[in-house]
């Protein structure tokens, strides 16, 4: 006999990996729809969790969505988050004809042109508001109806207001979010149990990340703004490293952080931000995650830590830089290919102006019709096909941008969509052109010189885990002594060869593998480590 589902007409909840706001805030909406269910789809953050699994659940009732029945939901209400991604749980409530849905979040909305992870949810009531927590619009609602919180519930509110304003520390904190902690406390709400939720403690595993962040940590001048990225890598995941990423902020007093933490086959990103100017919310959700304009973060899996950095990089410039523009970007007059030119003509004509591409004019005009790569070039000429017209090999679909396209459209056609090149055409004829190289020089013009990632493939993969478990003691000594000799000399040490591959696809150590270690060690032939090159390569394995 199948339980018999829960059924209420409405069904509060709030994003994945929920934070202390999250969860105060759907204890607060439940203050204002008494004849509602509450679902929690849980958290990252450690303290959360055990807080939810030990005192939340025997105070209110939470219930999983498989066991809600639909039927009898009439209204779905969303806190703390005004994104559809970040609510899977829920979606097919949301779909659902007759539902009215309703969002409470305090986070920016979502311009028109957000990608499908930053979608909007589609609401029929919204209260949005730019406080430092989604808990005080809930409380101005509470006022504005005259409910008032017994001890319980003003606790629980405030927790989410400290919580998301950093003890009002943040400068995302306004003045409505005092207000509202004034309010609450009248109310009775109890802080030295607050302090002991939001303050948590140092453990020697947080002291050595921080360490290690501290260690890391690279400055770089971002137009007038200086930006700080440090990075971790973890063993193991650690749910409250934004703890870690707020200590950072209040040691080094820096203005705007990116801290990455690699942990468990993803990056896990913590921003923050003091400046006006650099919306961190912003970049977070470009990469998948979300936030407001000074805190933020994303978890992003199969993105190796230098992509992510490109990336972060990016999204910063085109903040700093809104008022770029191809014209001001561009190489012109732009050098061209007519189509019926042969391929041998063209990969004369780029050779000798440098070019690695060049845009494909339909003869007797500049009208843009296409491009040549260099690459393709010499490979049809290495196959004996160089009489052959350049509209027969080159690259048809082409975007083009007028001269006053922003600099973020012509780096999301460069980088996000891979083209080498972008004619920049007025009146239907190309005036000039803008490469990778042009974005390059701009960036180079900068203090910071942060290059344009390169589109590849290719993936990188941390292996400070499999190393540990797959090799014995004396070696792993050695190959991080090798990596600390290295960093004395300031080269780049490379383990290559065999050696890696049998790390990544050969079973932990074993006794066969013992034996070829003491072997290899037995009689060691000296090495030398150049000081004056730019690598060091080492390469292990047997013969």
């Known amino acids: 006999m199948k339980p018999s589902l829960a059924s209420a007409p409405t069904v509060i909840t709030c994003h994945s990996n929920a934070d202390w706001d999250a969860l105060s805030s759907m204890i607060g909406m439940s203050m204002l729809y008494p004849d509602s269910i509450m679902i929690f789809p849980g958290s ?5 969790n055990q807080f939810f699994n030990e005192t939340a659940v025997f105070l209110y009732t939470f219930r999983n969505i498989k066991e809600i029945d639909h039927a009898g939901v009439k209204r779905v209400v969303v806190v703390d988050t005004q994104i559809r991604s970040r609510v899977p749980h829920v979606q097919e409530l949301l779909d659902l004809p007759g539902v009215e849905v309703e969002v409470w979040d305090h986070h920016p909305t979502p311009g028109p042109s957000s990608g499908e992870k930053n979608k909007a949810i589609r609401a029929d009531m919204t209260h949005i508001g730019t406080t430092g927590s989604t808990c005080t619009l809930i409380c101005q609602a509470l006022q504005e109806r005259g409910i008032t919180p017994a001890c319980q519930e003003a606790t629980f509110l405030g927790l989410g207001i400290y919580g998301d304003t950093g003890a009002f520390t943040y400068t995302s904190t306004k003045p409505e979010d005092f207000l509202a902690g004034a309010w609450l406390r009248r109310h009775g709400m109890d802080l030295p149990f607050i302090a002991d939720l939001v303050q948590t403690g140092m453990t020697s595993v947080h002291i050595k990340v921080l360490n290690e962040l501290l260690d890391s940590a690279s400055v770089h001048e971002v137009g007038p703004y200086s930006v700080v990225l440090a990075e971790a890598t973890l063993d193991s995941f650690m749910g409250d490293f934004a ?16 801290a990455l933490a690699n942990m468990e086959e993803k990056v896990q990103v913590v921003a923050r931000s003091r400046v006006d100017a650099v919306d961190v919310g912003l970049i977070c959700k470009a990469l998948g995650g979300g936030g407001h304009r000074f805190a933020a973060s994303a978890s992003v899996k199969s993105v190796p830590i230098p992509e992510l950095k490109d990336a972060i990089f990016q999204q910063l410039y085109m903040q700093v830089n809104p008022n770029k523009q191809a014209r001001d970007l561009m190489s ?26 060049a845009p ?70 190309v005036i000039g052109v803008v490469t990778r190289t042009d974005l390059i020089n701009m960036f180079v013009e900068d203090p910071s010189g942060v290059p344009i990632p390169v589109n590849t493939s290719a993936r990188e993969r941390n292996l400070a885990k499999l190393l540990s478990t797959r090799l014995p003691h004396p070696m792993l000594a050695m190959l991080r002594r090798a990596g600390e000799l290295g960093d004395s000399l300031n080269v780049s040490v490379y383990a290559v060869g065999g050696f890696v591959r049998d790390i990544m696809l050969s079973p932990p150590w074993n006794s066969t593998t013992s034996i070829w270690w003491s072997r290899a060690t037995a009689s060691p032939s000296p090495r030398r480590w150049p000081g004056n090159s730019e690598a060091a390569s080492a390469s292990t394995g047997p013969s």
């Open 44 to 48: 990252m953050e450690k303290p959360l």
């Open 332 to 357: 012109s007059p732009a050098v061209g290919i007519e189509d019926r030119q042969t391929i041998r003509e063209a990969e004369q004509l780029m050779n000798r102006y440098g070019l690695k591409a």
């Open 243 to 258: 703890y870690l990423a707020q200590k950072f902020m209040e040691m080094e007093s820096c203005n705007v952080l990116f």
């Open 360 to 429: 494909v004019f339909r003869a007797g005009t500049r009208h843009c019709i296409g491009y040549m790569e260099c690459q393709t070039a010499s490979r049809a000429i290495a196959h004996e096909l160089g009489d052959m017209p350049v509209s027969e090999y080159m690259q048809r679909a082409i975007l083009t941008v007028p001269p006053d396209a922003p600099l973020q459209r012509l780096m999301k056609i460069i980088v996000g969509a891979h083209q080498r090149l972008v004619p920049v055409v007025e009146k239907n004829e």
